[in-house]
């Protein structure tokens, strides 16, 4: 096997662990350098009672030293396939989530209710998925406690310390290093080098501005923008009267823009110990979102009762007045679809609609490609950024798709993309009239052909097990898109949609 010195990691969140474990075979040195102060006190010596305390009193991300990801107090779920490779990777540390965090595993087949675009899943699944239920506060610091534990005397971390540009060698094309500034020195930036580098900075990445500036690359960029909003908070839920709704996760996205633009969340993250007969005995963190620039109101959980009960399904509304709010109502207001197509550059970058609830295991199945590359043991180190993202390449197209088909039917998008040249193209679907008037999108035939295809395929899964299962592997990333779309299902799908069109049922 052959492994070589030293790897640089550039951001210490949930993708950049990942790719750390997964290289710790193939290099002796991984330095992670984090903006951050993540291994502070507070954050990496709290008790798990101390730490869901902080992410319940705190509503400002910096106040803990915590201000890289913005959407960390959000609702987030761990898809199954991504839950599988972090498993593979820390094998200790589902059972100390499960018994000292006090997280919840819970099975889609007995617990969940899925309502998509009015559909409700069919809950009798063919086989079952299992779910992580954990905030995304809580799982960043266990995993990084597990890092640490499992490859600490591999691992340096630079805390504190922002990369700003890339030290590269423009006739090669190659990166050798990183420049960083310490956030509390006032000195100059501080040069690192490696055998590889690596961006794991997420969404607000300045990979694209550290190529054009070192090696004069222009990374060809989508952004669509639809308008979407979440606010998230952490509730204890209590018995409402109806136990079909008690104790389930419940899931009601929006899945059907324009009729549809809002979607509601219940993910249970903690069991607790209540001495209140009417306490379920669970956390849970809950979350409203809305596309199409509508907002739901964050001012006072009255008022946000008031707007559910207006523009929610009905039982969404029945559990949120059973329960006791035990955190700040947090907005976000800045999700976009963001592709970066930088897979003949050097990178492999994506942001997704986070109602898809993907991108954690997206990059857990990135960090899981690249050690694949490794595994092969055949590549030069020079060729495994290429070869990496010709196949991370696939990955982003299935999230891509996945998390895109609704949103170009949002009435108020926006798509701006960026050439090869650098020259940004703006369109929109529509404009009020004071606003300055773009042309409109074309929507690719793929899109419009799934935004047929989901719809009917909905249709068909509140009445099939089989097809309800499929759709779940599918949205937990076990298998790829195209198995909702084998010729059984594909004639089925017409068959629905051809019953529908001759009225010769109500279905
Ligand atoms: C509202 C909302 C809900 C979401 N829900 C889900 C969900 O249910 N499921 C899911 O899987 N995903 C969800 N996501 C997405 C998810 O939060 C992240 O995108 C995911 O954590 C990606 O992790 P990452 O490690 O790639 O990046 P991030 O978590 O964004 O981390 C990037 C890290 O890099 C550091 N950094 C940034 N720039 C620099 C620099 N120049 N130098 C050094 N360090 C730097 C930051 O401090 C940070 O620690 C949601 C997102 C939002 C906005």
């Known amino acids: 096997m052959s492994v070589h010195d030293h790897v640089i990691i550039i951001g210490g969140s949930i993708g950049g662990m990942m790719t750390a474990a997964c290289l710790s075979k193939y290099f002796k040195r991984i ?20 730490i869901f305390d902080y992410h319940c009193r705190l509503a400002n991300t910096t106040s803990i030293g915590r201000s890289g990801v913005g959407q960390i107090y959000q609702i987030h779920v761990l898809h199954s396939e991504g839950f599988n490779i972090l498993h593979d990777l820390f094998p200790s540390l589902k059972d100390k989530l499960l018994n000292e965090y006090n997280i919840r595993l819970y099975s889609l087949k007995n617990d969940g209710k899925f309502v998509i675009n009015g559909n409700l899943l069919k809950q009798n699944l063919i086989k079952d998925i299992e779910w992580l239920g ?31 540009e890339l030290i590269a060698d423009q006739s090669a094309y190659v990166a050798h290093g990183a420049k960083y500034r310490l956030k509390d020195s006032s000195s100059s930036s501080l040069d690192i080098y490696g055998d590889f580098i ?6 607000k990445t300045s990979s694209t501005k550290w190529l054009k500036e070192s090696l004069n690359l222009i990374v060809p960029i989508v952004q669509m923008h639809f308008g979407c909003v979440y606010v998230t908070f952490v509730d204890e839920r209590f018995k409402t009267g109806d136990s079909s709704l008690d104790s389930k996760p419940v899931y009601f996205p929006n899945a059907n823009v324009p009729d549809n633009n809002t979607g509601c969340y219940i993910s249970q993250v903690r069991t607790i110990k209540s001495t209140d007969e009417n306490s379920l005995g669970i956390l849970s963190t809950i979350a409203v979102n809305c596309v199409n620039a509508e907002y739901s109101p964050n001012d006072s959980y009255e008022n946000l009762l008031d707007w559910v009960k207006e523009h929610l399904d009905r039982d969404f509304y029945v559990i949120l007045k059973s329960t006791k709010l035990c955190s700040p109502l947090v907005p976000h207001r800045q999700a976009i679809d963001d592709r970066k197509y930088v897979e003949s550059l050097g990178g492999a970058m994506c942001a997704f609609n986070p109602q898809i609830g993907q991108v954690m295991t997206h990059a857990c199945r990135h960090a899981r490609e690249l050690r694949k590359v490794f595994d092969e043991h055949q590549h030069p180190l020079k060729d495994i950024s290429y070869i990496f993202n010709q196949r991370a390449s696939k990955i982003n197209e299935e999230c891509w798709l996945a998390s895109t088909t609704n949103d170009w039917k949002t009435p108020t998008l926006k798509v701006i993309k960026t050439d090869t040249n650098g020259n940004i193209q703006i369109y929109q679907q529509t404009g009020d009239m ?20 989901n719809y009917w395929f909905l249709r068909c899964t509140s009445k099939s097990e089989k097809l309800s299962a499929e759709f779940l592997l599918v949205v937990n990333q076990n298998c790829g898109l195209f198995i ?9 799908v017409c068959k629905t949609t051809l019953i529908h069109y001759l009225r010769l049922s109500r279905y």
Request: with cysteine.
């Open 31 to 50: 330095t992670i350098i984090e903006s951050d102060d993540v291994l502070n006190e507070t954050l990496h010596k709290s008790t798990p009672d101390q």
């Open 134 to 164: 954990i905030d995304r506060f809580t799982l960043e610091i266990a995993m990084r406690n597990e890092l640490c534990l499992q490859f600490g005397n591999q691992i340096e971390w630079i805390c504190n310390a922002r990369v700003v």
């Open 198 to 203: 690596i961006d794991c900075t997420g969404h």
């Open 484 to 492: 909702l779309m084998k010729p059984i299902t594909f004639f089925q």
């Open 434 to 453: 004071n606003s300055i008037q773009y042309p409109r999108p074309k929507i690719p035939f793929i899109i419009k052909f799934l935004q047929w295809h």
